[in-house]
Structure formats: structure tokens, C-alpha cells
């Protein structure tokens, strides 16, 4: 299992004060107010209640979305997304978000598109550059999920981890050399990393120094990643 990227969900709340003496629109404040009282549950319920009344509210159902996602309902989030884009198609948040829960669901061609659209729109949002880089390496395209976390490089010093996550592209792609290079630039950066260790052993394998790749599993395993210790019962005996 190669790591995971992280995933940032952007959480914008759009409060609905809208003054009418309806008891329904009560319901949208109070799945605010769960929300941010951590009562997921709850929250849907209340924006269920307001929808079932006024179903033309894209803020609506955009926060009950956040809400089935945090639950771990990534289907009802997508079908909540996709009412926010059909009753208004510039609501470019929800076109992010349905982007990670497709993810989520293991529909990474259809996260492509969606990320494809955002960044069509916003060219220089990172996390869209990474989450679809992510779908990219898992439908085995990876050199455009190489050029995607190339672009994260070289916009966002910060975020050196993508140097992890290309070298694990480059890997799957057979290029073990520039791989190498990857994972020695994060474990130069960080040498308690044991996943780093971990994946360079593999690459270390692949050129076919053994002696190498067990010295990086073996230093893996002393800092606590389990899966060098089954890799190195099989690879270093």
C-alpha cells in the first residue's frame, strides 16, 4: 500500500440569515450550531429538516456534504455536491470537495475531472495539484502525477513530503534512479522518517543493492514502521 496523501477539506459555511418567520429556517442555523458542536448526526438531521422545505439552497446542501463526509458517507456527500453544482455551477468549493469524495470512493477517474475543472479555474491551488496527483500514481498514470507533485516542488517549499510521494511515482514508473534521488532529499530532511527508509529499500532492490536495502529496512523497522519487519524476514536473511 503506497502512502496517502493528506487531504485538506476546506470547510466554508455560507450562513443562511434570512428573515422569515418560517420555523424550517431554523433547522439551517441549528445544523450549523451541531456542526460546529462536533454532533454530525445531528447536523444532517437539521439541514434535512430545512431541505425537505426549501430545496433550491445550495448552501444547504453543501454543509450537510461536509457533514456526510466527516461521517464517512462519501456517496450521499457526492450526491449533496452534485445538487450544489446543478442549482448553481460557479459554487467551485463543492467541485473540490465532490473531487475528494469521489477519491474516497476509489472513483479516481472521476476526481481527475473534477480536479481537472477546479484547477482549470484556480491553476495555482496546490492541494487540488496534490489530490489529483494522488489519483493520477492510482490509476497508473505516472507521469502526470510526476508533473503534478513537480509542480507542488517547485510553488511550495513547504511542502517537502511531495518529495516522498514523487519518488513513489517515479518507483511505479521504473525510473529507480530519480526515485533515489527523491527519497534521499526527504530522509535528508527528515532522518527519523521511517516510511522514507522503508520505500527507498525498495528502490534499493530494484537497482539491485541488497545490502542497502536491508540497511534502510532494518533502520525502517527501528523506528517503528511494521511493514519493514516483515520485509525484512523476506529480503534479508
Known sequence: MKYLFPLLIVMLFSINLIAQSDDYYIHFNKGYKKYSDNDLYGSIKEYTKYITNNNSDPDAYFNRGIAYFDIGDYAA???DYDNVLQLKPDYYQ????????????????????????FLGLFPDDIRAYANRAYCYNK??????????????????KEEILSYFFRGICYDNAKKYEEALKDYNYIIGKNPIFAEGYFERALTKFSLLDFGGGCNDLKKSRELGYERAADMEKIFCK
Open 94 to 117: 463543492a467541485l473540490f470537495n465532490r473531487g475528494n469524495a469521489k477519491l474516497y470512493i476509489g472513483d479516481y477517474e472521476g476526481s481527475i475531472i473534477d480536479f481537472d475543472k
Open 77 to 79: 456527500a457526492i450526491s
Open 139 to 156: 490509476t497508473g498514470k505516472y507521469e502526470e502525477a510526476i508533473q503534478d507533485y513537480t509542480y507542488i516542488i517547485n510553488n511550495d
